[in-house]
Nanobody
Framework: QLSLVESGGGLVQPGGSLRLSCTAS????????IAWFRQVPGKEREGISC?????????YYDRSVKGRFTISRDTAANTGYLQMNSLQPEDTGIYYC????????????????????WGQGTQVTVSS
């Protein structure tokens, strides 16, 4: 059974960077599609990035983070990452990683219902 644990959240000033980690245990993360979601105060959880099985170098982003965030995975470390640059106050929220042992169609790659395994979330606060 795959288990996921996020880390790397914290307080950062506007314009700063953070790298979130999603450490997997119990299974090989490389055989799963992965995604990052976030829940900002007052809103529902939303998908912001995904990387499917066999996507190779391809990855997908919500328009709110495209060009600033980068999703990746390290097979040897069995860990997924979300590099977040140029952070803004509106990026404040709880960030979750998720995984599923299948390749969702592209239009559903960032939909919650596609994912079975979830981490507990890590808080990101962007404030001066």
């Amino acid at each position: 059974q795959l288990s996921l644990v996020e880390s790397g959240g914290g307080l950062v000033q506007p314009g700063g960077s953070l790298r979130l980690s999603c450490t997997a245990s119990g299974a090989t993360l490389a055989t799963y599609s992965i995604a990052w979601f976030r829940q900002v105060p007052g809103k529902e959880r939303e998908g912001i990035s995904c990387k499917r099985i066999s996507d190779g170098i391809n990855a997908y982003y919500d328009r709110s983070v495209k060009g600033r965030f980068t999703i990746s995975r390290d097979t040897a470390a069995n860990t997924g990452y979300l590099q977040m640059n140029s952070l803004q106050p509106e990026d404040t929220g709880i960030y979750y990683c998720a995984a599923v042992a299948k390749r969702p169609i592209l239009s559903e790659c960032m939909m919650e219902r596609q994912y079975v395994h979830w981490g507990q979330g890590t808080q990101v606060t962007v404030s001066s």
